[in-house]
Nanobody, 122 residues
Framework: QVQLVESGGGLVQAGGSLRPSCAAS????????MGWFRQAPGRVREFVVA????????FYVDSVRGRFTISRDNAKNTVYLQMNSLKPEDTAVYCC???????????????WGQGTQVTVSS
């Protein structure tokens, strides 16, 4: 049974930082691209960033590039999202997901976590 469990969200003031993480189990972690998506109330789910199996390739949506950094520790089956210079518009539920290939389309991801809430106050 595959499980992706996010943690590390929270409430932070604008300009602050958070570092959510996603622990995976029940799958061969190194076989998967890992991605983060977010969904704010009343808005569609949005791709944020993805990282290839060995961390060699990453892809960021323009709105977070230079502020967010994705990384992974394959020994711990965990992916991290370092979020700096947070803005109120970053407020959303952040979900991690696993895909067999590098992708930014949600439909190409096979497994999903439940998400962690990130709230940025102005």
């Amino acid at each position: 049974q595959v499980q992706l469990v996010e943690s590390g969200g929270g409430l932070v003031q604008a300009g602050g930082s958070l570092r959510p993480s996603c622990a995976a189990s029940g799958l061969t972690f190194i076989s998967y691209t890992m991605g983060w998506f977010r969904q704010a109330p009343g808005r569609v789910r949005e791709f944020v960033v993805a990282i290839s199996w060995n961390g060699g390739n990453t892809f960021y949506v323009d709105s977070v590039r230079g502020r967010f950094t994705i990384s992974r520790d394959n020994a711990k089956n965990t992916v991290y999202l370092q979020m700096n210079s947070l803005k109120p518009e970053d407020t959303a539920v952040y979900c991690c997901a696993a895909a067999r290939l590098m992708a930014k389309t949600a439909e190409l991801y096979d497994y999903w976590g439940q998400g962690t809430q990130v709230t940025v106050s102005s």
